[in-house]
T-cell receptor, first 116, second 119 residues
């Protein structure tokens, strides 16, 4: 069974501060994929990143960066110099890699509020 | 990038009526689509996997007769909530993967979601 845990239910930070969203996962698959999605108040899910379990390189995209630590089964997401537009619910998700095992298992989400 | 369109974005219906939600992949063919349900301030829970040309695969606890899924073409899956009740009020969202040339497990493209309110 797959499980994704986002222990932080809600986080509030002042604009321009850095913030890290935690994600811990459990899976028996040797190959899997990890994702982060952003859900603004409008409801749609915005894809942020996909990470293959074989690729432990950290990734940076503008103000966003991701730290994948396979040894601790964590895939944390950091926003630097936060902005009000970053306010949203962020979901970490996990899927298998084999055909027929593509469904996403989501964490419970972290509601991020950036205070102006 | 690939786009998944979901319609309607919101719907209000009376108890006992049925509501159909459409999920379309606009620029790719999706043999598999997924339907999720999200209660307020909660996570997304997979309801079923929609397979083109065959029966949907439902997750444990999801009533097949209540949530009818049809995937008649490679670009369209529909979810029909039958005999809706207020407890069916929720946010329903579909997703699809574009398998063409990108291998398995590319990012799942999500529709805009449908907010269903049953009164």
């Amino acid at each position: 069974a797959q499980k994704v845990t986002q222990a932080q239910t809600e986080i509030s930070v002042v604009e321009k501060e850095d913030v890290t969203l935690d994600c811990v996962y459990e899976t028996r698959d040797t190959t899997y994929y990890l994702f982060w999605y952003k859900q603004p108040p409008s409801g749609e899910l915005v894809f942020l990143i996909r990470r293959n379990s074989f690729d432990e390189q950290n990734e940076i995209s503008g103000r966003y960066s991701w730290n994948f630590q396979k040894s601790t089964s964590s895939f944390n997401f950091t926003i630097t110099a936060s902005q009000v537009v970053d306010s949203a619910v962020y979901f970490c998700a996990l899927s298998g890699s084999s055909f027929g095992n593509e469904k996403l298992t989501f964490g419970t989400g972290t509601r991020l509020t950036i205070i102006p | 990038g690939a786009v998944v369109s979901q319609h309607p974005s919101w719907v209000i219906c009376k108890s006992g009526t049925s509501v159909k939600i459409e999920c379309r992949s606009l620029d790719f063919q999706a043999t598999t689509m997924f339907w999720y349900r999200q209660f307020p301030k909660q996570s997304l829970m997979l309801m079923a996997t929609s397979n083109e040309g065959s029966k949907a695969t439902y997750e444990q606890g999801v009533e097949k007769d209540k949530f009818l899924i049809n995937h008649a073409s490679l670009t369209l899956s529909t979810l029909t909530v039958t005999s809706a009740h207020p407890e069916d009020s929720s946010f329903y969202i579909c997703s699809a993967r574009d398998p063409s040339g990108r291998g398995m497990n590319t990012e799942a493209f999500f529709g805009q979601g449908t907010r269903l309110t049953v009164v």
